[in-house]
């Protein structure tokens, strides 16, 4: 049973709107949540993060709201840029020493 | 700074050979993991390890193998290839292993067919 799930495969946006990506997860012990982004080619590198005891996090044009009670977080990118364009990886920091776990990746396009 | 290296960038296999598929990070980071991206499917783990001498399982180990004799290097083995791992793999490492803030660094990935 997936634990994250990112239930849109692919996001197409305009130039300079706004993208929102998002996610779910099951269990409700995760206590971090990180967003890595993944160019055609390239390993996955981390893009933000945010712990449970926090709702938002914000770094520059991108901001991840987690809402615990609906165990959900989104990824905002605004404006979004063509450069955005790739494909967004959700994941999950259980307790203990388990690794994260990840959802299957939005690939998001942004349209000049 | 090299950070995390993997090789061969990719690979061409017949089915039933064995491969080793290295990797080597020079971060000194204590947990390093192993997994494949399949269109679709996302990034599984396959094995991982939390510290020098240790492995564990992840969500697809079977048909793989790992070791973990010093930090740095992290090989991963199938002993004897069939096409289902024909898949891009991805080497990463994190300074410690399991929950918290725990950013994993990824190599640039493996793409291994086999025929």
């Known amino acids: 049973d997936q634990q994250v799930k990112q239930n849109s495969p692919s996001l197409s946006v305009q130039e300079g709107r706004i993208s929102i990506l998002n996610c779910d997860y099951t269990?409700?012990?995760?206590?971090?949540f990180l967003w890595y982004k993944k160019y055609p080619a390239e390993g996955p590198t981390f893009l933000i993060s945010?712990?449970?005891?926090?709702d938002k996090n914000e770094d520059g044009r991108f901001t991840v709201f987690l809402n615990k009670s609906a165990k959900h977080l989104s990824l905002h990118i605004v404006p979004s840029q063509p450069g955005d364009s790739a494909v967004y990886f959700c994941?999950?920091?259980?307790?203990?020493?388990?690794?994260?776990?990840f959802g299957k990746g939005t690939r998001l396009s942004v349209i000049a | 700074i090299a950070g995390i290296t993997q090789a061969p960038t990719s690979q061409i296999l017949a089915a039933g050979r064995r491969m080793t598929l290295r990797c080597t990070q020079d971060?000194?980071?204590?947990?390093m993991y192993w997994y494949r991206q399949d269109l679709g499917l996302g990034l599984r783990l396959i094995h991982y390890?939390?510290?020098?001498?240790?492995?564990g399982k992840g969500e697809v180990p079977d048909g793989y193998s790992v070791s973990r004799a010093n930090t740095d290097d992290f090989p991963l083995t199938l002993a004897s290839a069939v096409p289902s791992q024909t898949s891009v793999y991805f080497c990463?490492?994190?300074?410690?292993?399991?929950?918290?803030?725990?950013?994993?660094?990824f190599g640039p990935g493996t793409r291994l067919t086999v025929l």
């Open positions: 990463a490492s994190s300074v410690l292993g399991g929950g918290g803030h725990n950013e994993q660094f």
């Open positions: 269990n409700s012990m995760f206590d971090y």
């Open positions: 945010i712990s449970s005891i926090k």
């Open positions: 994941a999950a920091s259980p307790s203990g020493n388990t690794p994260l776990v």
């Open positions: 971060m000194r980071h204590n947990a």
């Open positions: 390890s939390n510290t020098a001498g240790t492995t």
